[in-house]
């Protein structure tokens, strides 16, 4: 196991609770591996596969340029941070409110977000489809869209409704799906592989 240097701090040495701080501190893992945080544990996840970073980049890319059609006020982004009071998560995509989002922005607050994207990846099944919904609807982000690559790729799209998700759509094709309301996203499920083989 590779242990990181924060300072002349260890990972594997850190004693009690990570704060959201201390998480914000650490270095780029030089495996591209990405440190979450919940309620004071430390999460780490494996660098994304080319298929997760190939459909996070068009999906990201559909909703860009939905963004942009309808003039919304909300900006998107791939794997940034996304914290609260002692939470930071790493969605795939993030769409938050653009007034929360300046230059130089480290973090934006849970509360400034409408959806959070995952994509989930065999080392993080379980995590993408229970524990994070869950954390995420706790936290009132008003949208949340799962992506499964298996057994072949599909977005199921839900909303906040009350403190739970509960699914509006599963895409397999070609579909508009609005985001709780705010604007739609012209989705091209065919497209998120792009001109992968196979």
Not at 27 to 49: F, I, K, Q, T
Not at 75 to 91: H, Q
Not at 113 to 126: G, R
Request: hydrophobic content about 45%; glycine content about 4%; aromatic content about 6%.
């Amino acid at each position: 196991m590779a242990v990181m240097s924060v300072e002349n701090m260890r990972v594997d040495d850190h004693e009690g609770p990570w704060t959201v701080e201390d998480v914000l501190a650490l270095p780029e893992h030089p495996a591209r591996a990405r440190y979450e945080l919940v309620d004071g544990v430390l999460m780490m996840s494996p660098a994304p596969s080319w298929d997760h970073q190939i459909v996070s980049s068009e999906l990201h890319s559909q909703i860009k340029a939905a963004l942009v059609r309808s003039a919304a006020p909300f900006i998107s982004a791939e794997a940034v941070n996304v914290t609260g009071e002692s939470r930071l998560f790493i969605p795939d995509i993030a769409i938050a409110d653009r007034a929360a989002v300046q230059r130089g922005t480290l973090a934006v607050p849970l509360e400034a977000v409408l959806l959070l994207v995952e994509i989930v990846s065999p080392s993080n099944q379980s995590t993408d489809r229970i524990l994070k919904p869950a954390l995420y609807a706790q936290a009132k982000v008003p949208a949340y869209w799962r992506v499964e690559l298996e057994p072949q790729v599909r977005v199921v799209a839900h909303e906040l409704s009350v403190d739970t998700y509960r699914e509006v759509a599963t895409v397999t094709g070609n579909e508009s799906i609005q985001i709780a309301g705010e604007f739609s996203v012209e989705l091209d499920v065919a497209a998120l592989l792009g001109d992968l083989a196979g």
